[in-house]
Structure formats: C-alpha cells, structure tokens
C-alpha cells in the first residue's frame, strides 16, 4: 500500500502506517552521542561566560540546561530500554513523541531566552557572540537530529528563534538589527531543510517497507509452491533457492547461495526408468548447461520419490526447477491401467482385449486358428436388483476368478462389458472340442457360491463361433459369436450355440427387414384393414377392429408378429402406432356413426410415450369422436407398470375413449384387471373356444368369466369363432354381445369394408352348408 501521497499533507501518527510512524519517532530518541555532545558544549559555554562576566544569569541558564538536558538523556535511554513495547502501540509512541516535543522546546526557549538576556544585559561583546553562536549550533543540532518530526522542528525552532530574534531587534543597534533580520530567512531555510530531510527520511523508510514486504512475499510464495526453484548467475553460482528445492536436491538452502554448481553434489538419484546407474544430482545437471538449451530430465531419489528437473536458460544465468512427480507419475500408471483393465475385474478391457488379439493372433493380415466364446450371465439383473450393486460386484469377480481357472495356456479374456464376458482359445477350432469348452465354461459359472450369506445361482448362455470357419477377422469373429449368443438366448437358457451362414443370413435379413421397416410408412408400404365385430342379438356390426398389414416390396406380406417386435426393438412402434391411430379415425370417419374402430396399442408404445395426449391430438385433428375410438390393450401391459396404466386409462376413459382388454385368458390373467381398470369391454381370447366342444372345462370357465363382466357392466366380445357349431353353442349357453372371426370374414382392406357397409357385398360364413348369407344389418 502507497502512503506516500499523505506525507507532504500530515505527519500525523494517525495517518502514517504504524511501521513508518514508529521510524518517526525512533529517529527523535536515536541520536544519544549528538545530545550529549551539544548539552555538554552548552554547559560549558555557559560556564565560560559566568567565569568571564561574573553575571550569575549565565550560571542559572547553565544549571537549567544541564537539568533539562540530563532528563533528555535519562528519557532516551528509558525510551531504547523499553522500545520493544513501545514500538508495538502506536498510542506508546504519541505519548513519547509528546514527551520530547514538550522537553524539546522547553530547551529551544531557554536557549532563546539565554541569548535574549544576553542582548538586553549585557555589554560584553564576546558574551553576546558566545550565546548567540551557541544558540544557532543548537538550532542547528535540532533540525539534524529532529528532521524525522515535523512538529518536533517547528516547536522547537519557533522557542528558539522568537527570543534571539526580539533580542537582537530590541536591545541592540542598527547592526544586530540587520543581523536579527538576517536570522529569519536562516530559519525559514533550516525548517526548509529539515523538511527535505524529513520527506527523505519517510520515502527511504517506506521504500525499505515496501521492499521488505515486496520480499517477504517473494519469499513466501517461494517457499509455499510445489515446485523447487532456483536461479544462478552467468557463472553457475546460486542466487535464488527455495526450501524446495533444497529439499528435493538434499541439501539445506543456506549451502547453495553463492555456491556453484559443480562444487555441489547433491542428493543421489538414478534416472527414471533407467536404475542402473546412480549419480549425483547436481554434477548430473551440470552437464545439462553446456549448449545453453532448455532442458528436462527425470531422476528417482533414494527415497523412492520421483522427480522432474527442468532448465530454462536466460540472458544472465538460468532457472532451474525440481518437481516433485510421484502422484502423477502413479496418477498417469493408474490411467494408463483404467485405459485397458477392468477397474472391478481386473481383466483386460473391451478396447484393450481386442488389441491383443490382432496383437498376438493376426499373422498376415489373418486371425490365426481360434475359437471365440461370448458369454452371457443368466439371472444377472435380477441377483443386482434384489441383493444390490455391491453383492453383485462380488458375483462379478467371482465368475472372473472362476474363468480365469478353466482356461487353457495362452487363451485370452475380457469383460466386455455388465454381466458380459469373452473368451478366446487360440489352435481349438474343432467344433466337438469347442463345444465341450463351452459347456465347461457354463458348469463352472453355474455352480452355487454363497456370497454375504446369500446362495446365489446364476448360469451362463455362450455363443461360439470358429476362425477361420466363420471369420478371419476378429470383429467379425467377436460380432458372430455374439449372434450365436443371441441364438442361444432363444433357445434356452443356460446352454450354447454356433454361429453359421443360417444364422448370419437370418440376422443380415433382420437387420434389412429393419431398414426398410423405418422407410416402410415414407414409401407407403402399410396397409390397414379391418375385420368386423358383428352384434350376435341384431347381426349388425358397431365396431371394426384395424389390423396393419405390410407388402414389402421383396418379401411380400410380412406378419404382424414378425414386424411388430423389430419396430419396438428400433424404436419406431411409436410413430407406427400413431400412423395406425391417425389412418384408422380418418378411416372411421367414412363409416356409419353407430360404427366406431378398435385399435391394438402396443405396450412399449402405451410405457414410451404420452398416449393418452397423443390420442387426444389425433381426435382433434381428425375430428373423429372419442366415443367411436376404441383402445385395445393387453394384460402384459399390466405387469409393466399398473399404477401408471391405470393412470393412463382414466385419462383416456375421460376423454370419452373406450377401453377393451384384449386376449383375456391369455398369459398372466387376473381377474382383479376386470374390477380395477376402467374397462369397456372384454376380449377373450380364442383358446377358449377351439375345443369348446369336446372340453367341458373350457365351457364352464367361458361361462364364469362372461357373467362376472356382464355383472361388472363390462360387454363380452369372443375372439376366433370360425364354425357355425360354435356360434350356435355360444348363442346358446353363454350371453355374448360380439364375436369376431373368419366365420364373419377375414380383415378387409378399406375399400372392400366400404362396399360390404354400403351393402354391394356381404359377410360369408367359413363353414355353411347351405351357403346361405349372414345378413349384415
């Protein structure tokens, strides 16, 4: 901080830094030898005066001197024996300024009084010079010793000069009035110097100050970086050390200033990465500065830390820097470990695990001979989910333990990733002995462990696949064994299968049937039919169910259940769903307005997206209303989430929306569906009625199911009727409001539903033997 713009202003110990301020005053009480000498010149000069004129008054101002003086001096030595605390307490330092101001101008008015009675009564010339030259020596002596205060100086030079002057201009001539005249200026310029000196003396000081502190910084910001720093002259000789580097270099810091390099040896390292050799620091770093380039070596100390030695010259030396590198040394080892192992694990990672491979096993371009094993862990999830991520771990390393026992010399392994690994055996390439392998690896992963008190079984499905028999290159060879998995996966659990050109084709099929599938609505591929649900009381239809279809341009008409999955695997059964809705109102629209249309949802479709906004949007832009829309559901969508699509339901159920439980009867049925969601209708499935015949049981559980609905105010639609025997022991025995099946007709496309509404066509019975016509009402 800059004070320097206050001092010319107020040398007030207020306003002046407590360092400065402290100078000021020290300086007053510093000069012991010069008060001494001019109390003792006063006093004798005094004396002398008293001997030669006899006037007594000479006596009386020696006497008050030396008493004053002597106190002066008394003060000093008290004001130095006590300067520890006094230097500490700027209110200390006012009161001993104070002090000496108050016993410094007392002295200035007695000189200035001794020499004005001096003019006033005496006419002895001499006596007259002798207080006279006494008298300016001390004014003199005040601005030497007190320039450092200010007040100190004007005090005492306004009591000493008042009197000298009033005497020369009231008692003596023409002459000692032009010399009291003369004396003014001489003052002026005395209080003028001490001025200067003063300002000199307070611009040094916090020159020092700033110094010292600019210093004392540099110091500590040496001494508390990380870095060891030291800088030499053009002749090698040290000039700046931090601790440091002192204590990187094995030497204390004091031992380096001033000394050269070669006249130190220093701690001693070996060069990292190279342990055979061990050397001094300083005389290995000497020989870094004969071509004055930059430079950068690293040593290991006997300590075993690791340190980096960098040199930047310079015009007039250089600056050398130790850092200490151990943490990022081991940081950079771990990275580099992270980069290729498994940090659970501990086995080579996906990235690295392949740059083995065509390390150690491509020759020529080619993978040699091997087998490749992708393994996959059965029951994973759900020992994760139930028994959490830390158990799971464990299970991890244990399968990794186990693996790594069954593998034969020079086989290579990897987690690729979750609860997946890969195995490759170099030269086994018959497939029996493959085979065999692989079921080693699935019995060793499937044996019991017992892991935090849990008895945990888990199995294992592995895909195989061979080099050069299926592939010569390892991506293909890793991507095959991983459709082999997938095949497996299929099959059963817990067992294993081979890649082959079958399987190939049928996943190069696949993945096209998905391309093309994703351009299949651009190109209008699709197309919506509808089969009738006819009213068994009026033989009328009210409800058409959409049905897509797919003509693919290559592979003709594609099932539903071959499409439909690949759709929600990619992603795009949302936007195919949407497509079917939209068509389907627009469709609808076209129809009777007793008719309205039921559309299939799919579940990934009902869990992934906003279904209840969505078909909001589309009856708003189709115009179609709500209550001829009818939203086909299925019970597995029930086991995803059945908060949410209960949810879900009374959303639409509010909008006017009618709701159908499709295939009831089917997989995990449960009759609390019927009470719980806000259904419109039942579908059951046609399980129920192929053997309706020949199985009672089938009959009785029919009956049961369609009273409980009929009693929850839910309507009954009885999917798969194809003979006239069904339909008339349904008409018979079970109340029934719909029935669907190709004993009505199999799903029309639009226009030929038109014409059959419009009543240019008919509905045909399957199986009449009279083919007769069932009336469309």
Not at 655 to 670: A, M, N, Q, R, W
């Amino acid at each position: 901080m800059n004070f320097r713009h206050r001092i010319n202003k107020n040398d007030s110990g207020e306003l002046l830094p407590l360092k400065i301020y402290t100078s000021v005053v020290q300086s007053l009480y510093a000069d012991q030898a010069a008060l001494v000498v001019g109390a003792l010149s006063t006093a004798i000069a005094a004396s002398i005066l008293y001997a030669k004129t006899a006037d007594i008054f000479h006596l009386i101002f020696a006497i008050i001197l030396g008493l004053l003086n002597a106190k002066r001096i008394l003060d000093s030595r008290k004001f130095q024996d006590n300067w520890e605390d006094i230097r500490k307490s700027r209110s200390l330092l006012k009161v001993w300024e104070r002090k000496y101001l108050i016993i410094g101008s007392t002295c200035g008015a007695i000189l200035g009084s001794w020499s004005f009675v001096t003019s006033a009564l005496s006419t002895d010339e001499f006596a007259l010079l002798v207080t006279i030259s006494v008298t300016l020596a001390n004014f003199v002596g005040i601005s030497g010793r007190n320039f450092g205060s200010e007040k100190v100086v004007a005090y005492q030079l306004l009591w000493t000069a008042i009197p000298l002057v009033l005497g020369s201009f009231l008692f003596g001539d023409i002459y000692h009035i032009l010399f009291g005249a003369l004396l003014i200026p001489f003052f002026v310029g005395i209080k003028l110097m001490a001025g200067r000196l003063r300002n000199i003396l307070l611009n040094a000081t916090m020159t020092a100050n700033e110094n010292k502190l600019i210093a004392n910084r540099f110091d500590a910001a040496m001494n508390n970086i990380s870095h060891g720093i030291a800088m030499i002259n053009d002749d090698r000789k040290f000039v700046v050390v931090n601790e440091k580097f002192a204590d990187l270099a094995g030497v204390q810091g004091h031992e380096l200033i001033d000394k050269k390099l070669k006249d130190i040896e220093g701690s001693e390292i070996t060069l990292y990465g190279d342990s055979s050799q061990k050397r001094k620091i300083f005389v290995d770093i000497a020989g870094c500065f004969s071509d004055g380039q930059t430079r950068q070596k690293t040593y290991v100390l006997n300590d075993k830390r690791i340190i980096e030695f960098n040199y930047y010259p310079m015009k007039d030396g250089g600056v050398i820097l130790l850092e200490d590198v151990s943490l990022r040394v081991a940081s950079e080892a771990e990275i580099r470990i992270l980069a290729k192992f498994d940090p659970l694990t501990h086995l080579p990672n996906r990235r690295f695990f392949m740059e083995e491979i065509k390390r150690l096993l491509i020759d020529n371009g080619e993978l040699k001979p091997c087998s490749l094993y992708f393994i996959d862990l059965d029951k994973f999830k759900e020992t994760n989910d139930s028994l959490g991520h830390t158990t799971g771990d464990k299970l991890l390393n244990t399968i990794a333990i186990r693996l790594k026992a069954v593998l034969v010399p020079g086989s290579l392994i990897c987690r690729f990733g979750g609860d997946e690994f890969v195995v490759v055996v170099p030269e086994l390439c018959d497939k029996r002995e493959c085979g065999r392998f692989a079921a080693r690896l699935i019995e060793e992963i499937s044996k019991p462990l017992l892991l935090d008190g849990h008895e945990i079984n888990v199995g294992a499905t592995v895909g195989v696949s061979i080099s050069p028999i299926d592939a010569k290159d390892p991506d293909l060879l890793l991507k095959y064994s991983d459709a082999a998995l997938y095949k497996a996966k299929t099959i059963k659990r817990g067992t294993y299968a081979f890649y082959s050109t079958e399987l190939g084709q049928s996943i190069k099929n696949k993945r096209q049937l998905e391309i093309d599938l994703r351009n299949a609505i651009d190109r209008n591929q699709f197309q919506i039919n509808y089969q009738p649900l006819v009213n068994v009381k009026e033989n009328k239809i009210y409800t058409c169910e959409a049905l897509l279809r797919w003509n693919h341009p290559d592979w003709g008409w594609v099932p539903p259940d071959k499409f439909i999955p690949i759709a929600e695997d990619i992603g795009f059964i949302i936007r195919l769903g949407e497509y079917v809705l939209e068509n389907a109102a627009l469709q609808c629209l076209k129809w009777p307005k007793h008719m309205g249309v039921a559309v299939n949802v799919s579940s990934v479709q009902f869990q992934q997206s906003d279904m209840a906004g969505t078909i909001d949007r589309i009856l708003k832009k189709t115009g179609l209303e709500p209550h001829r829309l009818e939203v086909e559901i299925t019970e597995s969508l029930m086991l995803e989430n059945i908060e949410t699509t209960n949810k879900t339901l009374l959303q639409l159920s509010e909008l006017g929306v009618k709701i159908s439980l499709d295939d009831f009867g089917t997989g995990f049925s449960s009759l609390s569906y019927l009470h719980t969601l806000p259904l419109d209708k039942v579908k059951i499935d046609r399980s129920f009625i192929e053997d309706i015949h020949t199985d009672k049981k089938s009959l009785v559980l029919l009956e049961g199911i369609t009273k409980l609905s009929h009693s929850l105010g839910l309507k009954v639609v009885i999917e798969g009727v194809e003979t006239i025997d069904q339909l008339e022991l349904l008409q018979k025995r079970i109340h029934v409001d719909e029935v669907q099946g190709y004993l009505f007709g199999r799903a029309l496309p639009a226009e030929n539903l038109i014409m059959l509404l419009n009543g240019n066509a008919s509905l045909y019975a399957a199986e009449r033997s009279d083919d007769k016509k069932l009336a469309v009402g």
